[in-house]
Structures are given as structure tokens and as C-alpha cells.
């Protein structure tokens, strides 16, 4: 950001404060040179809202959007801009979650079976869960301290 940019961004008239005040219009000039535009900032923030009082600049005039007078060309103008914004894919706003979860599966479409007393006999042996961690070591099996041998012992 340039010297003037930074001053027309504070709202404060660059040529009103050179004319008035030319030693301090000097002195910001050349302390924005060496300092930049954070720094400067910082260090002379006190100096802005007093100068903006004096040197301020007339408020920009903005330009109000143009009325169109025939219905017809507005309105296929809004049908252009609509026809754009439809042609964009609408972005996915699904949950993926990074890790599928270890619960088993439930079947939703397994009879309810009333209690019996004898336990149900089924051929099928019952599924076992997968696992979801597995270590990429296997443990080795614990050392056991060796015996003593009698030579080395005290008496």
C-alpha cells in the first residue's frame, strides 16, 4: 500500500495536510518509507483521528445501480443471472466420517424368537466380531529370571 493509499484508507486529505503542516507532512513521509504500513500505523495512531478532524476528505458520492425502465430486457437479465448461478454444481454439505466404527451390524429383518427353555439349536456357528485395532507386533513371550546357580551363591 502506497504513502497516499494509506492516508485516502484513513480518510485524511494528503494536499490539505502538506499545505498546512509541510514539516510533519515530511516527517510521515519519510517515516513510512523506512517503516511500512503496519509499523506506521502503530507508531502514529494517536496523530489520525486529530488530523482527520482537520484535513478531512469529502465523503465519495456513490453511484446508485441504474433502473432499468423496460420490464422486459430486466427481466431476462435476472433470467441470465439465475441461468449462471444454476450452472455452478451446488457444493456437497454430506458428513464423511474419516473411520468406519467397529459395531457390528445389527440385522433389522431378524424374527423376534419368543423364550424357550431349551436353548435353540442352530447349524451355523455364531459370527465373531471383526477386530479393529491390530498390532503390528506380536509380544514376545516374558523372560523368566534364570536360576541361580549354586557356585555363584554366598555361604
Same mark, same amino acid.
Given at each position: 500500500?502506497?504513502?497516499?493509499? @494509506? @492516508? ?31 509499523? @506506521? ?6 496523530? @489520525? ?14 453511484v ?24 455452478? $454444481? ?6 464423511? $466420517?474419516?473411520f468406519?466404527?467397529a ?10 424368537? $419368543?423364550?424357550?427353555?431349551? $436353548? ?36
Amino acid at each position: 500500500m502506497t504513502f497516499e493509499e @494509506f @492516508f485516502k484508507k484513513k480518510k485524511i486529505d494528503l494536499a490539505l495536510l502538506a499545505t498546512a503542516e509541510p514539516v510533519l507532512f515530511a516527517e510521515f513521509e519519510a517515516h513510512y518509507g523506512l517503516m511500512g504500513e503496519k509499523s @506506521f500505523d502503530h507508531t502514529k495512531k494517536y496523530w @489520525f483521528n486529530e488530523l482527520r478532524r482537520k484535513y478531512h476528505t469529502p465523503e465519495e458520492v456513490k453511484v446508485e445501480k441504474v433502473h432499468i425502465e423496460n420490464p422486459i430486457a430486466e427481466q431476462t437479465v435476472t433470467e441470465a443471472m439465475i441461468e449462471m448461478q444454476t450452472d455452478t $454444481p451446488a457444493p456437497k454439505l454430506d458428513f464423511k $466420517p474419516k473411520f468406519k466404527s467397529a459395531a457390528p451390524a445389527v440385522a433389522e429383518s431378524a424374527p423376534i424368537l $419368543p423364550k424357550t427353555d431349551k $436353548p435353540a439349536e442352530t447349524t451355523e456357528p455364531a459370527p465373531t466380531p471383526k477386530l479393529g485395532f491390530k498390532p503390528k507386533f506380536k509380544a514376545a513371550a516374558p523372560v523368566t529370571a534364570a536360576p541361580v546357580p549354586t557356585s555363584w551363591s554366598t555361604q
